[in-house]
């Protein structure tokens, strides 16, 4: 099934332009950060802020609404459906994804997203597991509410 998924969005990525999106300074990958790595910022600033680092992710659209995302802690396939847009072409979406640790799945995402002018802000909840190359293993699970914070130019998808 991973290799599947790499295929698809190999094919999808070389068939049509790809354009950056935004950098998300909070991540929708699995909701670590805020919730265990944060509360700790006092005793361990400089983890924190290493931590920080990690989760921050480059995104990049994809065409019919997908999205490539690639931090350094993981990766990510999302898509985002319109639920109501603005004049500029953006507005709320509800959001899905994939995520990877080197191509291996270790977690999901659902939720919403807001976007307007270069702010995207998004909440929802992350389904993950500590699954690595190392231990394959996915029999614990789970769920964090997470938050999202991005910044990215304001173009509308398609444009």
């Given at each position: 099934?991973?290799?599947m998924?790499?295929?698809?969005?190999?094919?999808?990525t070389?068939?049509a332009?790809?354009?950056?999106?935004?950098?998300?300074?909070?991540s929708?990958?699995?909701?670590?950060?805020?919730?265990?790595?944060m509360?700790?910022a006092?005793?361990?600033?400089?983890?924190?802020?290493?931590?920080?680092?990690?989760?921050?992710?480059v995104?990049?659209?994809?065409?019919?609404?997908?999205?490539?995302?690639?931090?350094?802690?993981?990766?990510?396939?999302?898509y985002?459906g319109?639920?109501?847009?603005s004049?500029?072409g953006r507005?709320?979406v509800?959001?899905?994804?994939?995520?990877?640790?080197?191509?291996?799945?270790?977690?999901?995402h659902?939720?919403?997203?807001w976007?307007?002018?270069?702010?995207?802000?998004?909440?929802?909840?992350?389904?993950?597991?500590?699954?690595?190359?190392?231990?394959?293993?996915?029999?614990?699970?789970?769920v964090l509410?997470?938050l999202?914070?991005?910044?990215g130019?304001?173009?509308a998808?398609?444009?």
């Amino acid at each position: 099934m991973p290799l599947m998924l790499s295929v698809v969005a190999a094919s999808v990525t070389l068939a049509a332009p790809v354009r950056f999106d935004r950098v998300d300074l909070l991540s929708e990958d699995a909701g670590t950060f805020l919730h265990y790595d944060m509360p700790l910022a006092g005793a361990y600033t400089p983890e924190v802020a290493l931590s920080f680092l990690q989760q921050v992710k480059v995104v990049a659209a994809l065409p019919a609404g997908l999205y490539a995302g690639v931090s350094y802690a993981s990766q990510s396939l999302s898509y985002e459906g319109m639920l109501w847009r603005s004049q500029e072409g953006r507005g709320l979406v509800w959001t899905t994804s994939l995520h990877t640790r080197l191509l291996l799945p270790y977690g999901a995402h659902a939720g919403l997203a807001w976007r307007v002018g270069p702010l995207r802000v998004g909440g929802g909840a992350s389904l993950s597991t500590a699954a690595t190359w190392a231990r394959p293993d996915w029999k614990q699970w789970r769920v964090l509410p997470v938050l999202a914070v991005g910044i990215g130019a304001n173009v509308a998808p398609g444009m």
